[in-house]
């Protein structure tokens, strides 16, 4: 197959010049390009196309990767809330373990403006004695914030609390 360019060019080189009168058939054809052009025009909007589809991406995994972030930042929170909540409740069973030997515990609830958050936090402290050990006490204490939800954070320790004995003094 030849080229209508060179066809053309090869055709107005011939020793005789077209006369006015012939006919369009000899003239070039000016529109002979624009068989080309909606190739070139399916290509270009291909490449947008392509060049759209990578910038959707693109702003797709910046959008995840806020919300991964934004999510893991909610969750660091709430551990370090329910941490502070957690050794909170250690020193409040001490404090009541040596105020009252019948102290075996309870279900203490935070409200939100208590604690400076956002929620309400829930500390459950349980008391046990050792028996092995008289005298010596296992606090054990579970602390939830937010008290309810999706994104709960939940800390538990365990310690051990020496109540004087009678008479003695600590």
């Known amino acids: 197959m030849t080229n209508r360019r060179s066809y053309w060019v090869r055709r ?10 012939a006919s369009s058939a000899t003239l070039p054809d000016r529109h002979a390009s624009s068989a080309i ?24 995994e910046a959008v995840r990767s806020t919300m991964t972030e934004r999510r893991d930042f909610r969750n660091r929170e709430n551990r370090l809330q329910a941490d ?42 349980q008391i046990d004695e050792l028996k092995e050990s008289p005298g010596r006490f296992a606090a054990n204490v579970q602390a939830d914030y937010p008290a309810e939800g999706e994104y709960r954070a939940r800390t538990s320790k365990r310690i051990v609390i020496e109540r004087p004995q009678t008479g003695e003094k600590p």
């Open 12 to 21: 107005a080189s011939s020793a005789t010049l077209p006369d006015r009168h």
């Open 37 to 60: 052009a909606p190739h070139r025009r399916a290509a270009v909007l291909m490449m947008v196309l392509v060049c759209l589809t990578v910038v959707m991406a693109i702003a797709a």
């Open 84 to 125: 502070w909540l957690a050794e909170a409740a250690v020193e409040r069973a001490a404090a009541r373990l040596a105020a009252d030997a019948g102290y075996h515990g309870e279900t203490w609830s935070l409200p939100a403006s208590a604690i400076g958050g956002s929620a309400d936090g829930q500390v459950v402290i």
